[in-house]
């Protein structure tokens, strides 16, 4: 039989029994007041009548007591119930007329309270067999509400035994079976003999399970074999890889990660990786995420007798488990990229940048020394040609002795040889230094400088010379890219726990391609006229930073620039 047929078998029984409960219970209680009301509206209102006439008859004399007296005669002769009590009424009329002409017969009286008792005598009798009545229709009415009552209360009982358990079991026990198929027990199975839903269920169970295990057994040594290959290409990899998983247990490493660790393979898999970072200070830098910069810093790491360089990379796995939307971490794998050849090219090239750099300041010096001896007069005299070779051999040579000042700075913040001179400063200083220096570049373009700069600003503690320079660095690129006779604009204010420093000019602007990238080395603006090597703004941003600072630039083509920065107050 099928569930939904017992359900409705089983409630529509009970309700059934509930029905004639209530039809039996209503017509027993409507009897026996049935019952009752024919006791007070039969018998109890003509002995009230009775009573009545026997008070009024000892005072026939009186004009009232007969008046009462002939209104309950005449209520009586209109409420004759009972078998014979007419007779007895009847003959009380009679007398009660004679009675009403010789008031003092003594004789009428005493027959008038025979006719009345009598009546009295007929109802009463009748009030005790309709009481008998009543009394017999109350118990039969009670063993029908007990019987149907019992009867409805034993179908409950096992509708509430039974019932649940037939839909409760089964569901506990399919429950566990898809619990021992969640954990790979692919060879349970579900038995349900009846033919009902949980039947059909039990076989789609069935043949689901079986189809998993067959799945399992066919797939179980393609599965290893891939586990094993995927095991010897992370064996064969170069560089260092470390997997961990959601809870930070080690579940794969290298044999590279292992030799630069110092570690064995059992030593480390299966090992919690915080637990195993307190006795080893290379898993404890690895695993430990840096609070200073999401940028990427070089690991310097001595191991097997030399030095190498590596790069750290996080890669976070993540998976959207069958049946949900969300995707889950299940944990994550460390690289560490080796990079040493490229730190050993980079630091030749710095080398080679900075000795370079160092031997060209020299002959430049010299060279600016002999124009300024030929430009002396007591030299001798020059001839206008001479003169404007002169001036380009001294534009020549300030920009070469521009240049390698650049690339000696550059090579110092590369080697980490940068020296700050940490100071509290007013930042109207530094404006005003910046100012001053540039301002015969301004005035040769007739370009005026608008200062913005409260003399009431905190200080900022910063090395005065390198943001100075940065500054200067700004308002050069501003006025070289602004037209004549335009406005460049130096503002500095407060912004929160910051002094933000800025320079804004009317130029073209910088498309949003570049502007991400105009900090970089070397890099200049496409279509821009090439008068520099593309470090100023690099070095800036390096000066900047070195001193807890932000740099970067807002701009629109044809809306003009604005670098900032800014400085801890």
């Avoid at 030299?379 to 020549?396: M, R, S, V, Y």
Wanted: aromatic content about 8%.
């Amino acid at each position: 039989m099928k569930i939904k047929t017992k359900l409705n078998l089983g409630v529509g029984l009970l309700f059934v029994m509930i029905m004639i409960l209530a039809i039996t219970s209503s017509f027993y209680v409507f009897s026996i007041k049935k019952d009752t009301q024919n006791i007070l509206q039969a018998n109890y209102i003509t002995l009230e009548y009775s009573r009545n006439m026997l008070n009024a008859l000892d005072n026939m004399d009186e004009a009232q007591s007969v008046a009462f007296f002939e209104a309950n005669l005449k209520k009586q002769l209109s409420n004759i119930t009972e078998k014979g009590e007419d007779k007895p009424t009847l003959a009380l009329e009679q007398n009660f007329m004679r009675l009403k002409s010789n008031p003092v017969d003594e004789s009428l009286k005493s027959q008038i309270r025979r006719n009345i008792f009598e009546i009295m005598k007929l109802n009463m009798n009748a009030i005790k067999q309709k009481s008998d009545i009543a009394n017999q229709t109350a118990e039969t009415g009670n063993i029908w509400i007990a019987v149907t009552g019992t009867f409805c209360f034993l179908i409950a009982f096992n509708l509430l035994i039974n019932l649940p358990n037939n839909i409760a079991n089964p569901i506990r026990e399919l429950s566990s079976s898809i619990r021992q198929i969640a954990n790979r027990n692919y060879s349970e199975r579900v038995n349900f003999g009846n033919q009902n839903e949980f039947g059909d269920l039990a076989r789609s169970f069935n043949t689901m399970a079986e189809k998993l295990e067959e799945y399992h057994n066919s797939n179980l040594y393609k599965l290893s074999f891939e586990k094993k290959r995927l095991e010897t290409l992370i064996n064969n990899m170069n560089d260092p890889i470390i997997g961990l998983d959601n809870e930070g247990v080690i579940l794969f490493v290298n044999d590279e990660a292992l030799r630069i660790m110092g570690l064995k393979s059992d030593e480390a898999i299966g090992r919690q990786a915080a637990e195993l970072a307190q006795r080893n200070d290379l898993l404890k830098s690895l695993i430990v995420n840096s609070l200073e910069s999401d940028k990427p810093h070089p690991m310097k790491i001595f191991a097997n007798g030399k030095e190498s360089y590596f790069e750290k990379e996080v890669v976070t796995i993540t998976i959207k488990p069958t049946g949900e939307e969300q995707t889950i971490t299940i944990g994550e794998v460390i690289i560490l990229r080796n990079i040493t050849v490229f730190k050993e090219l980079d630091f030749a090239k710095t080398h080679f940048i900075a000795t370079v750099s160092h031997e060209l300041k020299t002959p430049i010096s010299s060279i600016k020394l002999g124009l300024q001896l030929l430009e002396n007069k007591q030299t001798g005299a020059i001839n206008p040609e001479q003169q404007q070779l002169i001036d380009g051999i001294k534009d020549d040579s300030q920009r070469l002795l521009k240049i390698t000042g650049e690339l000696l700075e550059l090579s110092q913040l590369e080697t980490g040889n940068i020296q700050l001179t940490m100071e509290k400063t007013p930042p109207s200083d530094i404006v005003r230094y910046a100012v001053e220096a540039v301002k015969v570049q301004a005035e040769q373009k007739r370009i005026r400088l608008v200062v913005d700069c409260s003399p009431d600003l905190p200080e900022v503690k910063a090395d005065t010379e390198k943001t100075a320079w940065v500054m200067i660095n700004f308002l050069t690129n501003a006025i070289r890219y602004s037209p004549e006779e335009d406005t460049v604009t130096v503002r500095a204010e407060k912004r929160d726990k910051n002094i933000w420093f800025s320079v804004a000019d009317k130029g073209k602007g910088i498309d949003t391609r570049y502007q991400a990238r105009v900090f970089d080395k070397y890099f200049q603006i496409p279509g821009s006229p090439k008068t520099g090597t593309g470090l100023g703004l690099a070095i800036s941003k390096e000066f900047i930073e070195a001193q807890n600072g932000t740099i970067g630039v807002e701009s629109a083509l044809g809306m003009g620039s604005t670098f900032y920065f800014s400085l801890p107050a």
